[in-house]
């Protein structure tokens, strides 16, 4: 059974730091790609950060760009992202999931529960 678990998330000040975890079981995180997503309050889910399969190969939103990284711990099955220099306009609910584009995550539907972050100013 394919599971991802999100956590990490919480409330930070502008300028501060967060790292977030995905947790998965039911497959070897090597295997697949994953990704980060977030969903801002009446906004649309948008790709935040992804790791690759393989290689470990990562790619980032341009919004995020310098100041997150996504990495992963193959030992403990996990993926992280670390973000600093956090923003308000950063506050979401954080998802993480198989695949690396909407289009991906959606037809494979594995997601993470979420996770919320919010930026204060």
């Known amino acids: 059974d394919v599971q991802l678990q999100a956590s990490g998330g919480g409330l930070v000040q502008a300028g501060g730091s967060l790292r977030l975890s995905c947790a998965a079981s ?5 295997d697949y790609a994953i ?3 977030r ?3 009446g906004k649309e889910r948008e790709e935040v950060a992804c ?3 393989n ?3 990562s790619s980032y939103a341009l919004s995020v ?5 996504i990495s992963s711990d193959n030992a403990k099955n996990t993926v992280y992202l ?3 220099s956090l923003k308000p306009e950063d506050t979401a609910v954080y998802y993480c999931a198989v695949g690396c584009n909407m289009a991906i995550a959606t037809m494979l539907n594995y997601w993470g529960q979420g996770t919320l972050v919010t930026v204060s100013s």
């Not at 039911?26 to 090597?30: A, E, L, M, N, P």
């Open 35 to 37: 990704g980060w997503f």
């Open 26 to 30: 039911g497959f070897t995180r090597d």
């Open 51 to 53: 790791i690759s399969s």
């Open 55 to 57: 290689d470990g190969s």
């Open 82 to 84: 670390q973000m600093n």
């Open 39 to 41: 969903q801002a309050p």
């Open 65 to 69: 760009k310098g100041r997150f990284t």
